[in-house]
């Protein structure tokens, strides 16, 4: 396959409408997957894996039963599945948000998996219950195929990007609230307590980290965007120097970011991300005094 068939453009303008109802399909499945599984750190349970097909909740428990949920960019679907081998399908196709809400509660409902959720998107300013959206009805298939397309290449990316690091790591995946993809470090420190914070956001920074992701852009950013931060920020750390080339600092958001288009149309667009990701890691490592020779698989002492 060629790069640019791997790496499609993601045109901000063409495909936001979809981007915004897949935005709120997918927090309503990921709200499911909240309110079912188990309270693992960092809310690592509750995140989408990317699969083969599309993007996939873990195994949720509910009863005596296990289900998944999946979305299916490929057949263009919403696929249920029961631990039993029963199962059930809703379109991926253009509809309100109300209508695919209720499809997918009724669905549960019919296989004996009724869950209860809240029903206020998080994370986008002015939220609309689930149920009464009728704003947000855009679904094109070319687009929303072009988008799981890309998280495909960056999943098999950062995976291979975080291999050498053998402290605690993340896994690879998709989180539906700021709708991005994502891979975290941790240096094994406490980090300084954030008091101000909601529960969650002090849960999920409760230990030192060197992140790195992928978003697909808002608003007041309209380009989808790698970006790398690292949390609590060390002294020095917006001004190092980072590959490749096209990479910045954005000091509003407290990042480095490298625009999606310079690397689908880099020459190896592979190598462009493997560099971000380990030059914006070395960044955050190195200038908060990481233990490295403890943490990393190629400076770990011969033989161990």
């Known amino acids: 396959m060629r790069a640019m068939e791997s790496w499609p453009a993601l045109p901000y303008e063409a495909w936001k409408d979809t981007y915004a109802t ?34 996939q909740t873990r195994a949720l428990p509910h009863g005596s039963w296990t289900f998944t949920i999946a979305f299916d960019f490929i057949g263009h679907q919403l696929v249920i599945e029961r631990s039993d081998g029963e199962r059930r399908v809703v379109p991926l196709e253009s509809r309100t948000v109300a209508d695919f809400y209720h499809a997918v ?21 002015s939220p609309i219950r689930f149920e009464q959206d009728i704003i947000h009805h855009t679904y094109d298939p070319e687009y929303a195929n ?20 053998i402290g605690k790591c993340s896994p690879v995946h998709f989180f539906w609230g700021s709708f991005d993809l994502c891979v975290t470090r941790f240096s094994g420190r406490r980090a300084p307590p954030m008091p101000q914070a909601d529960p969650v956001t002090r849960e999920g920074y409760s230990h030192e ?12 950013t ?7 931060y690292s949390a609590p920020e ?37 190598q462009a991300v493997l560099d971000f990701c380990q030059s914006t890691y070395e960044a955050a490592a190195n200038l908060g005094s990481w233990n ?13």
């Open 22 to 55: 897949l935005h709120m399909w997918s927090q309503i499945v990921g709200k499911i997957a909240l309110a079912q599984a188990p309270p693992i750190n960092h809310s690592w349970a509750i995140a989408l894996q990317v699969t083969a097909r599309g993007l």
């Open 105 to 125: 509660m009724a669905s549960l409902s019919e296989m004996a998996l009724p869950v209860k959720i809240w029903s206020v998107p998080a994370e986008v300013p």
């Open 146 to 165: 072009r988008f799981w397309r890309i998280l495909l290449q960056i999943e098999r990316v950062f995976t291979a990007s975080r291999c050498g690091f």
């Open 209 to 220: 980290v060197s992140s790195v992701g992928w978003w697909p852009g808002d608003e007041t």
């Open 222 to 228: 309209p380009y989808a965007a790698f970006y790398s």
């Open 234 to 270: 060390p002294a020095g750390f917006g001004e190092a120097t980072v590959r490749p080339r096209a990479a910045f600092y954005d000091r509003t958001a407290s990042q480095f970011r490298l625009k999606y288009d310079d690397v689908r149309t880099a020459p190896e667009p592979r």
């Open 292 to 304: 490295r020779s403890e943490l990393e698989r190629a400076l770990a002492r011969p033989g161990a």
